[in-house]
């Protein structure tokens, strides 16, 4: 395995110095943010088709010892405003074409839909009663996301390209299941991005989980962020908690820098499971901790994963 960053969170240095601090950390790889609700911080969306800018861009990694991991674009291409869904639809065509040139995966949302053909916003169904919730899901997964990720599947095999999407609630394929649900139906360029905060989050297991997408054949990519359980506010209002994500003495969970939400007898395990079912690829560290600036959480998440990622492969067992 080997350790990279969701670079995003480095969207308010230029590029050459995002790259410098990077090495200097001594990480392995980098996921390029390209649009969507990430933005396109470095104006990285469509340089493919500039070579020499590419070229430079595959220089700039070269020299400082990087490679690009993941192509991220997380956005809404199934919005119910045409105008939004067109933006991140192209983000996420842009960012197809750029993990082409770098043979890497895209990582994206699924999107949510409306409720029905009239909705204006998206509509998040987390229950199957009233009938009208189970009629909108019905709607979203029948008549949008399987039509629109089928379509999209066949364009990423065309460019051998594969997509993995974050589960993240709010967006309709928020579990596990889901994102297996919609693999079956469009097809197997689709799988996991596997970020064990937004299991945490829901209540959902995170080593059942990659057992789970292990199983399915369909674990592409993994971001390292971390979230911690208030028991006392969630006592109170549970983990579909709106309040905002700085008000961190109120709400019922909240994200943290790795090992500041579970410690190493999560960790450790979590990576065990994930090499036991194939995954060698890069763990990609995402800060979005309150309590911490980027610097400093980013740098304790390096320095916990140091200690916890498998980086070796395994060899001969000598022992039988």
Excluded at 38 to 48: E, F, M, N, S, Y
Excluded at 54 to 64: H, I, V
Excluded at 120 to 149: M, R
Aim: glycine residues 10%; hydrophobic residues 40%.
């Amino acid at each position: 395995m080997k350790l990279g960053v969701m670079s995003a969170c480095f969207t308010g240095m230029k590029l050459d110095a995002a790259l410098d601090y990077c090495a200097e950390v001594g990480l392995d790889a980098i996921e390029l943010p390209v649009g969507g609700y990430p933005g396109d911080p470095w104006k990285l969306a469509g340089i493919q088709t500039n070579k020499k800018k590419l070229d430079e861009l595959k220089a700039m990694l070269k020299d400082r010892g990087l490679e690009v991991h993941g192509i991220a674009c997380h956005g809404n291409p199934v919005h119910p405003n045409k105008k939004i869904a067109a933006e991140h639809l192209k983000a996420h065509r842009d960012a197809v074409m750029l993990a082409k040139e770098f043979k890497t995966v895209v990582i994206n949302f699924s999107g949510c839909p409306g409720g029905c053909a009239t909705d204006k916003s998206p509509n998040f169904v987390t229950c199957p009663w009233p009938d009208e919730f189970a009629a909108a899901a019905d709607y979203q997964w029948n008549k949008v996301l399987i039509p629109f990720w089928k379509k999209e599947n066949d364009f990423a095999a065309k460019h051998g390209v594969k997509i993995a999407f974050e589960a993240h609630p709010g967006m309709t394929v928020h579990t596990p299941e889901d994102i297996v649900r919609l693999r079956k139906a469009c097809g197997k360029q689709l799988g996991a991005n596997v970020d064990p905060s937004h299991f945490f989050w829901q209540g959902i297991d995170p080593i059942g989980a990659v057992r789970y997408l292990g199983d399915n054949k369909c674990i592409f990519h993994v971001h390292a962020k971390d979230c911690k359980i208030d028991e006392y506010n969630a006592s109170k209002c549970g983990n579909l908690d709106i309040k905002s994500y700085g008000d961190i003495k109120n709400r019922g969970w909240v994200f943290r820098t790795v090992g500041y939400g579970h410690g190493e007898e999560f960790w450790k395990p979590f990576i065990s499971m994930l090499r036991t079912y194939g995954y060698d690829g890069v763990i990609s560290i995402e800060h979005e901790d309150g309590l911490m600036s980027m610097s400093e959480g980013f740098e304790k998440a390096v320095e916990f994963l140091a200690n916890v990622v498998i980086f070796e492969k395994v060899g001969k067992a000598w022992w039988f």
